[in-house]
């Protein structure tokens, strides 16, 4: 993306930087997500403007969320592990499972809305599209926690070879969750289909999610105990998962 006048004058390491991190895409999908953030709070307020989503503002905050999510995913790698931050941090690219299982969830609430109404904007229903705010809000929260507690020990790719300065973290969020950004991803996304009050999508997404982290989880421990011995071991005894029916030990 840089013109070749700019590669000559520039130190490897940087250039590298900028190749991982085309600034040109960078900045287009940051602002990209900031417009359709933008939108979904407008759309999900009360007003004229929004009557589409009347009585229904969730759907809008649903998109909302996720808008977040991917911004933060980039923001936060950026600024606690700017050498290792790519433009693949934003994390869009995600499996072709996330894809369709949010495609399936759209889908799933625009035609309920459209075809039961009452079901869906049902105000004996809010307490479970609330604790649906409520788990997103928690798993993004403990998502974001693990990956600043971590710092330069996450990486969005399971590694398994071990680089010298990688450590084993214990303390903070760790110290309870052994793998804080799984549970925050887990409940984050089931989270936002009792918000929608999506009961397919809700019984997909938790099918889904545990058969991902439940091989993932036992791949990365795998490579953890390879690389930590009888310290991981040790501290997987005392940590939790919290995603149910994943053991590990
Ligand atoms: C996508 S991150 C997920 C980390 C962790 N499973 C979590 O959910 O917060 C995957 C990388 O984190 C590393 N990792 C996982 N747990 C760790 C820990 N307690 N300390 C240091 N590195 C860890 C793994 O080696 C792997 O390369």
């Known amino acids: 993306m840089s013109s070749p006048s700019v590669k000559r004058n520039i130190d490897p390491k940087t250039l590298t930087t900028l190749q991982l991190n085309p600034l040109p895409e960078i900045s287009a999908t940051a602002y990209i997500l900031g417009i359709v953030s933008g939108i979904s709070i407008i759309l999900s307020l009360p007003s004229n403007f929004s009557s589409l989503f009347d009585n229904f503002p969730f759907l809008p905050i649903y ?16 600024s606690y592990q700017p050498l290792r931050v790519e433009a693949s941090s934003f994390v869009l690219n995600n499996t072709i499972g996330y894809h369709i299982a949010h495609g399936f969830a759209l889908i799933e609430c625009i035609l309920e809305l459209y075809f039961l109404p009452n079901f869906k904007k049902n105000s004996n229903y809010l307490p479970i599209k609330l604790f649906g705010l409520f788990l997103i809000i928690l798993g993004q929260s403990v998502r974001t926690l693990g990956m600043i507690t971590a710092g330069g020990n996450f990486s969005h790719l399971i590694k398994n070879v071990k680089e010298d300065d990688h450590i084993l973290i214990k303390h903070g969020i760790y110290s309870i969750f052994r793998h804080p950004s799984y549970f925050g991803f887990f409940w984050w996304a089931i989270g936002t289909q009792l918000l929608l009050l999506n009961p397919l999508a809700s019984i997909l997404f938790a099918f889904m999610l545990y ?34 029916f994943i053991k590990t030990k």
Do not use: C, M, V
Request: charged share 20%; glycine share 4%.
């Open 63 to 78: 998109i909302f969320f996720i808008s977040i999510f991917h911004f933060l995913e980039y923001f936060i790698t950026a």
């Open 211 to 244: 058969s991902f982290f439940s091989s993932r989880i036992h791949f990365e421990e795998r490579y953890l105990i390879k690389f930590f011995g009888d310290d991981y071991i040790n501290y997987r005894h005392n940590t939790y998962i919290g995603i149910p």
